[in-house]
């Protein structure tokens, strides 16, 4: 158990709509990272945050927004979802913006 | 933007055999993480190892960042070691910690 929570666990979604997958970071960790995994893609970075504000961003769609709150939990919103947002969706977290990464069990997101 | 190439990009191995994992990066790095990914999805940690060499049980690593490469060593290896292997880099010249993945190598181990 690496410490990082992501829930859900899997997620199946109609096309068009919304979701809002949640990670909470070990304890202790400031900075937190999303990434994505598909099968064509391989496993790509979306965005970090560390205490609150956004450290970097990667290749993040534009239906797609994070927020890292007061309690340095994050949550990934996808919008106006396509079949090619399904995914494998990773959440991780490091002590401080840089150094060693830990990551969440992931959620499975299916739309159809 | 920073190029990580792994191979070979497929392994089958007899239980009990060794095997060597190559990642290959193209610029200065300054954080190199090997994960295993299991059946299940799940990326677990293997080694932090931006240089040097370290072991951990059956598993060792080592970093030549001079020549921008890193090296993991399987010995005796078992069913459960079947996944894929996940080399991932941070570069110097990065903005934040962000991880750019190479394509993993999956081994199967054949009991």
């Known amino acids: 158990d690496s410490g990082v929570t992501q829930t859900p666990k899997h997620l199946i979604t109609a096309t068009g709509q919304r979701v809002t997958l949640r990670c909470s970071p070990r304890s202790g960790d400031l900075s937190v990272y999303w990434y994505q995994q598909s099968l064509d893609q391989g496993l790509q970075f979306l965005i970090q945050y560390y205490n609150g504000e956004e450290r970097a961003k990667g290749n993040i769609l534009e239906r797609f927004s994070a927020q890292q709150f007061p309690d340095l939990h994050s949550e990934l919103n996808l919008s106006s979802l396509e079949l090619g947002d399904s995914a494998l969706y990773f959440c991780?977290?490091?002590?401080?913006?840089?150094?060693?990464?830990?990551f969440g069990q992931g959620t499975r997101l299916t739309v159809v | 933007g920073i190029q990580v190439e792994q191979s070979p990009p497929d392994l089958i191995l007899q239980e009990g055999a060794n095997s060597t994992l190559r990642c290959n990066f193209s610029d200065s790095v300054n954080n190199l993480q090997w994960f295993h990914q299991n059946p299940w999805g799940q990326l677990i940690n293997l080694f932090y190892i931006p240089s040097g060499t370290k072991q951990n049980g059956r598993l060792s690593a080592t970093t030549v960042a001079t020549e921008r490469y890193s090296l993991l060593y399987i010995s005796s290896s078992q069913t459960t070691d079947s996944g894929v292997y996940f080399c991932a880099v941070v570069m110097i010249k990065a903005a934040g910690n962000k991880l750019t993945f190479g394509g993993g190598t999956r081994v199967l181990v054949k009991p």
């Open positions: 991780a977290s490091s002590p401080t913006g840089r150094g060693e990464a830990f």
